[in-house]
C-alpha cells in the first residue's frame, strides 16, 4: 500500500469509528454526515454504504405518521441535501488540513468542520476527538484554531472529547491537558500564557507569565468560556457559558460568572 492510500485510510477509519459512536448514542444526523463524508474519500467502502442502508430504514417512519410531503422534497431532504452539505464542508475541511503546519500532531481529529493546526510544538489527540457541530452557529463558514507556539508547548486531548464550532486552543509552552469525555461549546478558548508581559514598560520586551492548564474528565464546558493560564478544573464540573475562568474550580460543581466562581454542587 502507498504512503499515500495508509494516510487516506487512517482518517477513513477514525470516521467510521466515530460514526458508529454516534449511532449507539442516537445521533443519527451526525452519523449520516460522517458516513457520506467516507464515501466522498472512498466512493467504494462497503462499511458506509451498509452503515448508510442501515440507517435509513431504521428512521423510516411508521404509516400513522407518514411523511406526506411531496415525494421529490422526500428524496432531496434524504438524499440531495446530505450531499450538498459534503460538498461544501469537505473541500474546507482539506484546505485547513493543507494549511496545517505542525509537524508534530498526534492522532486523526474527527472534523466535521475544519480545523487549523499550527507551530513547532506538539499535539495529542485520543480517540474520537471531534471538532465541529452541524446544527450550531458557523458550522460552514468558521473553523477551528489549535496552535502550540514553541517547541516544548504540548496540548494533550483525551478519548471521546468534543469541541463545538470555532474552538480555540493554544499553549505557548506550560501545556494543555484536556481528560476524556469532555464536552466543550462553540467559540471556546483556551490559553496557557497571558502571551505578553503585562508591565506598560516591557508589554512588547518583557516575559510573558505561563501555566499549565489542566482540564478533568467528563467537564462540560458552556459556550463562549474562555480558560485562563494557570488553571486546573476538576472532573464532571461544569462551566456557564461565558465565563472566564482565571482560577481553578473543584471537581464536581457547576461555576460560572466573570470571574467564574462555584455556584453550587452538582
Not at 451526525?30 to 457520506?36: F, G, P, Q, V
Not at 435509513?56 to 411508521?62: D, E, H, K, L, W
Not at 434524504?78 to 450531499?83: F, I, K, Q, V
Not at 459556550?223 to 493560564?229: C, D, F, P, T, Y
Amino acid at each position: 500500500m502507498s504512503t499515500d492510500a495508509h494516510s487516506t485510510r487512517r482518517p477513513v477509519r477514525q470516521a467510521l469509528s466515530a460514526a458508529a459512536d454516534h449511532v449507539n448514542r442516537g445521533r443519527v444526523a451526525e452519523a449520516e454526515l460522517l458516513y457520506r463524508m467516507v464515501l466522498d474519500a472512498e466512493p467504494g467502502n462497503v462499511q458506509a454504504q451498509a452503515a448508510l442502508a442501515e440507517l435509513s430504514g431504521a428512521v423510516q417512519p411508521a404509516p400513522a405518521t407518514a411523511d406526506r410531503r411531496p415525494l421529490h422534497r422526500r428524496l432531496a431532504r434524504r438524499y440531495a441535501r446530505p450531499a450538498v452539505e459534503a460538498l461544501a464542508q469537505q473541500p474546507r475541511i482539506w484546505k485547513y488540513r493543507v494549511l496545517s503546519t505542525c509537524p508534530g500532531l498526534e492522532g486523526a481529529p474527527v472534523a466535521l468542520q475544519p480545523v487549523l493546526f499550527v507551530g513547532p510544538g506538539k499535539v495529542v489527540l485520543g480517540e474520537h476527538v471531534q471538532f465541529g457541530w452541524k446544527t450550531s452557529p458557523l458550522f460552514y463558514t468558521g473553523y477551528c484554531y489549535v496552535e502550540v507556539s514553541r517547541p516544548h508547548a504540548r496540548i494533550e486531548v483525551g478519548d471521546r472529547v468534543e469541541f463545538n464550532n470555532n474552538s480555540m486552543l493554544k499553549s505557548e509552552g506550560a501545556g494543555i491537558s484536556v481528560g476524556r469525555d469532555g464536552l466543550f461549546g462553540a467559540h471556546i478558548e483556551i490559553f496557557d500564557s497571558n502571551f505578553h508581559d503585562l508591565h506598560p514598560e516591557r508589554r512588547r520586551t518583557g516575559v510573558q507569565k505561563m501555566g499549565p492548564v489542566e482540564i478533568g474528565e467528563n467537564v462540560f464546558v458552556g459556550m463562549g468560556v474562555r480558560i485562563l493560564k494557570g488553571v486546573t478544573i476538576g472532573a464532571d464540573s461544569v462551566i456557564g457559558a461565558g465565563s472566564v475562568v482565571s482560577s481553578s474550580i473543584p471537581a464536581g460543581v457547576i461555576a460560572g460568572g466573570n470571574p467564574a466562581r462555584v455556584i453550587r454542587d452538582l
